[in-house]
């Protein structure tokens, strides 16, 4: 089953679910609010991603920050969330069906609500929260659609309150490194840059069989990764795009494929499947522990499939973008995305009045496997090159942990005591519209082959907070004279 169209589960499965895993939920706290200065947070959507909000919480930053709320659609994954937070020691978080979203509000007053649920029920959630006068902390894309992104920049309005969008690629150490370097000036301003973001088929394959396979559900690759890419790039240039070109295709992860890798056709999904022995593809949801707690032990409570066959024909995401952005100061980007690729990682390249920069990630891990199919060892390349001068390699920036490290400096930035930034990496909804808009402008694009502006898709959406770009009316050095023989 299509996981929107899953059922949300009622108070009597939230506790039939807790029983079967000897929990106490909604109805017995172990918490209360009475007792604790510390900040309060709640959870809706505790799947995989939640997990590095939740460990954070309960962990790391637990002497001031908790976790009082749970909200999800599945029973078990609710239970198994509140189980795994209780395991550390800490407090019992009342769990709540996603109908009973207002009322966890009410019950367990949280300031902060943290949303990682799967990305186009993002907005219904972060207006309500908004609205009920909480903060939000909301996993990316913010959102999937200019409607969607419209009634969050109106609630955020209309209630005063905040929402942070958790942009951790800003944060990863070479991220920031390229953002000193471009602030540095020593390429000039940027003219045009040239991006292309590669996902190798463990990873890449991974988009095809989830929730993300529809663009019901994620807006796509173009919104639900490229978000993080489009984002980079503003965030990078200090600039707002203005107008967006685009093709997309789907062209490898379809039935035509399948056969002619000698398989029948597709299937359902890889645990019923009667050709996992002949497909590369396959996917063993039972082989993970972690995986198999999270989702193959709780599809009875909505019938969701985190295995689902990639070559199905009900794919409606694209595996194959170009896109061309214009930004309002000039610059052009031209990017590509594919899903398919022989290793996972990026290159791109800024192309400024002084000299080009050039970085290029190959990246491991992503996904349960994606390190096995690498072409070559994780690596980090950054360059210089002078207008006319000698190329200089830098010594790229280094971090521990989830996302090169980004992670880890994101999390103490929002739940623990983090200096200045002179980056300006912290993100509110005006960057989370800004990026989102450029893949739902290509999405746009890829149905009415038209050109399409970012000011027609929303109303009151102004540029971020920025830290300084080099000046377009900075003179320029004439470059050294080529002497030609
Ligand atoms: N920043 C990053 O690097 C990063 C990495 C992974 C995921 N994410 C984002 O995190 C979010 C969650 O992704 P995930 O990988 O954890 O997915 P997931 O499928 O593991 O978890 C989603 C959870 O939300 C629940 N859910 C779905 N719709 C709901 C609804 N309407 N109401 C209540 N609960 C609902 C599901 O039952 C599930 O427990 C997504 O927005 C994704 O884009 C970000």
């Not at 796509?220 to 685009?246: C, I, R, Y």
């Not at 499947?273 to 599809?299: H, M, R, T, V, W």
């Amino acid at each position: 089953m299509n996981e929107e169209n899953g059922r949300t589960f009622g108070r009597r499965t939230v506790l039939k679910a807790a029983g079967a895993a000897g929990l106490l939920l909604a109805g017995a706290p172990a918490w209360s609010a009475a007792s604790s200065s510390r900040k309060r947070y709640a959870v809706v959507g505790v799947g995989s991603r939640a997990r590095m909000f939740t460990r954070a919480i309960t962990d790391k930053f637990s002497d001031n920050n908790e976790i009082v709320g749970i909200c999800d659609r599945n029973a078990g994954r609710a239970s198994l969330a509140v189980k795994t937070i209780t395991a550390t020691g800490k407090s019992a978080p009342l769990a709540f069906a996603a109908s009973d979203f207002d009322r966890m509000i009410k019950e367990t007053k949280p300031q902060y609500v943290i949303v990682t649920t799967t990305d186009a029920s993002h907005d219904d959630y972060i207006v309500r929260a908004l609205d009920a006068g909480c903060d939000v902390i909301t996993e990316k894309p913010m959102t999937t659609t200019a409607e969607k992104a419209q009634r969050i920049l109106d609630a955020v309005k209309r209630s005063g309150r905040h929402i942070r969008v958790t942009f951790n690629y800003r944060y990863s150490p070479p991220r920031s490194q390229i953002k000193d370097l471009l602030m540095s000036g020593e390429i000039g301003d940027v003219i045009s840059v040239d991006f292309t973001w590669l996902l190798n088929t463990v990873h890449g394959a991974d988009y095809f069989r989830r929730w993300h396979a529809n663009k019901a559900n994620s807006g796509g690759l173009m919104v639900h990764k490229a978000t993080h890419h489009f984002d980079l790039v503003n965030w990078w240039l200090g600039a707002q795009p203005e107008s967006v070109h685009a093709f997309g295709s789907r062209q490898f992860y379809t039935p035509e494929t399948a056969r002619r890798m000698g398989l029948s056709g597709p299937h359902e999904r890889c645990l019923t499947c009667p050709e996992k022995q002949k497909c590369s593809f396959y996917f063993d949801l039972a082989a993970d522990p972690g995986l198999k707690a999270i989702y193959l032990d709780n599809e009875k409570f909505d019938g969701y499939y985190r295995d689902r066959c990639v070559w199905r024909p009900d794919i409606d995401i694209e595996d194959t973008m170009n896109v061309m952005v214009r930004y309002d100061n000039g610059a052009h980007l031209n990017y590509a995305l594919s899903a398919y690729d022989a290793w996972e990682g990026y290159h791109i390249a800024f192309n400024g009045t002084k000299g080009r920069l050039e970085h290029r990630i190959v990246e491991s891990g992503g996904a349960a496997g994606a390190a096995k199919v690498q072409s070559g060892n994780e690596n980090v390349s950054i360059r210089i090159i002078p207008i006319r001068g000698q190329a200089r390699d830098i010594e790229p920036w280094t971090g521990k942990g989830s996302h090169g490290g980004g992670d880890d400096v994101m999390l103490t930035e929002i739940f623990g005591e983090a200096p200045p930034d002179k980056y300006k990496r912290v993100s509110d909804e005006r960057a989370g519209a800004w990026s989102a808009l450029v893949g739902i402008a290509a999405n746009k694009c890829f149905a009415t082959g038209q050109t399409v502006r970012i000011a027609d898709l929303v109303t009151g959406l102004a540029p971020p907070d920025r830290a300084p770009m080099p000046d377009r009316s900075t003179p320029v050095p004439m470059p050294i004279r080529i002497k030609i023989p």
